[in-house]
């Protein structure tokens, strides 16, 4: 197969990312209805589709990659493969706000990522890349704010002297 450059392997990886978090918000959004959390659910549907749209405008840019479409696809899958194991250890018996820890590393993750292919994208200067990360990067940094106070809103209504 084709050999990836460090540039095409970070595309590959935030594609990977944004395919998992659809996954995952989709799982936790289930979590939150069970719990009655209508507000959770509808934010954490809003950003499985931010996600899918990600993953989407990822894969273009990857299909544009001359001769590295499949590498990039390949790479993709065993990111979004390693983070679904991690999702189903830390989700078992969980509730919503264990579904908002769990998306506070993968949100910030992704975010890293994506910070990450911004740097070395500007010293590659792939116009397609850059208006990626550009649309991107918002939305991502939202992302973490968003499930960070969820979080946060969760744990303030808990009682902390309760069983857990
Ligand atoms: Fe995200």
Redesign the pocket.
């Known amino acids: 197969m084709a050999e990836l450059t460090v540039l095409d392997e970070k595309l590959a990886e935030v594609l990977g990312?944004?395919q998992a978090?659809q996954q995952a918000?989709r799982k936790v959004s289930q979590l939150a209805r069970r719990e009655g959390e209508g507000e959770l659910v509808e934010l954490l549907q809003r950003?499985s589709a931010?996600?899918a749209d990600?993953a989407q405008r990822c894969q273009q840019v990857a299909d544009e990659r001359e001769g590295l479409k499949t590498a990039i696809r390949e790479k993709a899958r065993e990111t979004k493969r390693e983070v679904a194991e991690f999702m189903e250890t830390y989700l078992e018996d969980a509730e919503a706000l264990d579904g908002l820890e769990f998306l506070s590393m993968?949100?910030a993750g992704?975010?890293a990522h994506w910070e990450i292919l911004d740097t070395l994208n500007r010293r590659a200067r792939e116009t397609a890349v850059r208006q990626l990360v550009e649309s991107v990067l918002p939305?991502?940094r939202r992302?973490?704010n968003d499930v960070r106070e969820s979080s946060l809103r969760l744990a303030a209504d808990e009682d902390p002297s309760e069983p857990a």
């Open positions: 990312l944004a978090a918000t950003m931010e996600a990600t993968a949100e992704e975010l939305i991502q992302h973490v």
